[in-house]
């Protein structure tokens, strides 16, 4: 039941340059999306979030869109830097679920030198 | 600085056995979570809890799982007979205003 998909398990991206990570769902009762960032053996940390009333959020270096006739939302990072290499996850919620969120698989950043 | 402090943070069990997990919430919130990540798998929803009643649970919550808040501080997973396939990472979260739920450092559980 993969309700949330990142189709890329990995990315790699100069520092420097921009990178876009992307996430597909499923379940048009998800009005909520998060993204968190994790480290091997760390919780996920989370990075920023876009409710379904908007199409972009923003903060610092991370951007948020959201397209929800295509039910697609990216994270877009500028400029890449070397700390940003970890496992990105998107996470999708829906009201009255007491914010349970769904997950996706993930994908591993590396950014290079 | 961890928004929730989980212990212990790593934990090797016989297969049989019972394990406890704590969560200890730094600031007073209402809504806790548990959830979970097998190795190289994504993090999965095992349960909320609010206003120390269970909220919601998800399909692997079985009868081995329970959760209980006994001093109304600390927040513990209980699994009352560990099977193998229940070596994972498990991570406490809390909710703050909005939906936004933030992690504790997760607690490594090794069945052996």
């Known amino acids: 039941d993969q309700q949330v998909k990142q189709n890329s398990p990995s990315l790699s991206v100069q520092e420097g340059r921009i990178s876009i990570l992307n996430c597909d769902y499923t379940?048009?009762?998800?009005?909520?999306f998060l993204w968190y960032k994790k480290y091997p053996a760390e919780g996920p940390t989370f990075l920023i979030s876009i409710s379904s009333i908007k199409d972009k959020n923003e903060d610092g270096r991370f951007t948020v869109f959201l397209n929800k006739s295509a039910k697609h939302l990216s994270l877009h990072i500028v400029p890449s830097q070397p700390g940003d290499s970890a496992v990105y996850f998107c996470?999708?919620?829906?009201?009255?679920?007491?914010?349970?969120?769904?997950f996706g698989t993930g994908t591993r950043l590396q950014v290079t030198l | 600085e961890p928004e929730v402090t989980q212990t212990p943070s790593h934990q090797v069990t016989q297969m049989g056995q019972e394990v406890i997990l704590r969560c200890v919430p730094i600031s007073n919130h209402l809504y806790f979570y548990w959830y979970r990540q097998i190795l190289g798998q994504k993090v999965e929803f095992l349960v909320s809890?609010?206003?120390?009643?269970?909220?919601?649970k998800s399909e692997i919550f079985d009868d081995q799982f329970s959760v209980e808040r006994p001093d109304g501080s600390n927040f513990t997973l209980k699994i009352r007979s560990t099977k193998l396939e229940d070596s994972a990472m498990y991570f406490c979260a809390r909710k703050a205003s909005g939906n936004t739920i933030y992690f504790g450092e997760g607690s490594w559980l090794t069945v052996v």
């Open positions: 379940n048009s009762m998800f009005d909520y």
């Open positions: 809890f609010y206003n120390n009643e269970i909220s919601e």
């Open positions: 996470a999708a919620s829906a009201s009255g679920t007491a914010s349970k969120l769904t």
